[in-house]
C-alpha cells in the first residue's frame, strides 16, 4: 500500500471521481489546417494535439515498401508539458511510446492500399497528468480517420491501476507516482482486439481479470466519444457544403 492516501473515507478518488470513473474528456477534430488529418484531445489536465500526413511519397525512397504504406509515430511531450521543464528532443521513455503507439494504431490502418507510400502520425503533449500515451493513441486514431485513411476501425485507449488496493480506472498523476499498479491499454472496440497492453507493477490473476473488464469498459466509453466528435464534425462540413 502506498503512504499517500489515494481513496478518501467516502471511497472516492483525489479528484473526487468514483473508481470506475473517467475524466473528463474532450476531443476536437480537425484543428490543423496544413496537415491531412488531426485531433485535439483532452483526459482530465492531459492535452494533447495529434497530425495525421500522408499517404505520401516515402523518403529515403530504398527505405520503401512495394507492399504497403510504412506507418511512422513520433511521440513528443513539449518542455512545458510537466511541472519541471523537461529537456527537450527524444528519451528513451519516448522512444518506447513511439513505438508501442505506433503497434496499437498499425492492426487497423490498411496500409496494402498505398504501396512504398508513408503515412506519419505526430503526436505532441501539451500538458501531462499520467495516460499520455493512451491520450496520444486516441488522438492519434480520429486525426487517421478525419486524414480518410481506410482503417478497420478506430483504437480507443485508457489505463487503469491499482491505488490503495482497489482497481481503478484512468490514473491521474498522484495515482501513476503512488499506486501499486499501472495497466494502459488500446484496443480495437469493434471486433474486441487488445492492440497494447503494459504494466508496471504487481496484482493477482483476479484483479488483473478486473482490471481489463474495467480498461475495456472505459475503451468502449471512449469509442462513442471518438465516433461522435467524428460524426459531428462531418454532418458540420457537408452542411457548410450546403450538402445533406
Ligand atoms: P503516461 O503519460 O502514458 O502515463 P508514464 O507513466 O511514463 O506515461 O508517465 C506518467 C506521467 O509522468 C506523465 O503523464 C507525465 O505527467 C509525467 N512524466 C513523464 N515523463 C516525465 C519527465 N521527463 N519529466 C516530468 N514528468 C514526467
Not at 212 to 227: H, K, N, S, T, V
Amino acid at each position: 500500500m502506498s503512504e499517500i492516501k489515494l481513496i478518501r473515507e467516502d471511497g472516492r478518488r483525489l479528484d473526487g471521481r468514483l473508481p470506475e470513473e473517467l475524466r473528463p474528456i474532450k476531443i476536437e477534430v480537425g484543428v490543423l489546417k496544413r496537415a491531412d488529418g488531426s485531433c485535439y484531445f483532452e483526459l482530465g489536465r492531459n492535452k494533447v494535439v495529434a497530425a495525421v500526413y500522408g499517404p505520401r511519397e516515402l523518403h529515403p525512397r530504398h527505405a520503401q515498401d512495394a507492399r504497403r504504406a510504412a506507418v511512422r509515430f513520433r511521440y513528443n511531450m513539449a518542455p512545458f508539458s510537466v511541472e519541471e521543464r523537461r529537456r527537450p528532443g527524444p528519451d528513451r521513455r519516448s522512444v518506447e511510446i513511439s513505438k508501442v503507439s505506433r503497434e496499437a494504431l498499425e492492426p487497423v490502418i490498411i496500409a496494402e492500399y498505398y504501396p512504398r507510400a508513408a503515412i506519419d502520425i505526430f503526436v505532441e503533449i501539451l500538458e501531462s497528468d499520467a495516460g499520455t500515451r493512451t491520450a496520444g493513441i486516441n488522438a492519434a486514431s480520429v486525426a487517421l480517420a478525419d486524414a480518410g485513411i481506410p482503417m478497420k476501425g478506430l483504437v480507443s485507449a485508457v489505463a487503469v491501476g491499482k491505488v490503495d488496493g482497489q482497481i481503478v480506472l484512468d490514473l491521474m498523476s498522484e495515482e501513476d507516482q503512488y499506486g501499486e499498479m499501472d495497466m494502459p491499454v488500446a484496443m480495437v472496440t469493434r471486433t474486441n482486439t487488445i492492440t497494447l497492453l503494459q504494466m508496471d507493477g504487481r496484482v493477482t490473476m483476479e484483479e488483473f481479470d478486473r482490471a481489463l473488464d474495467l480498461a475495456i469498459a472505459g475503451c468502449r466509453r471512449i469509442y462513442e466519444l471518438q465516433r461522435k466528435a467524428l460524426i459531428e464534425k462531418y454532418s458540420e462540413s457537408r452542411a457548410e457544403e450546403g450538402g445533406v
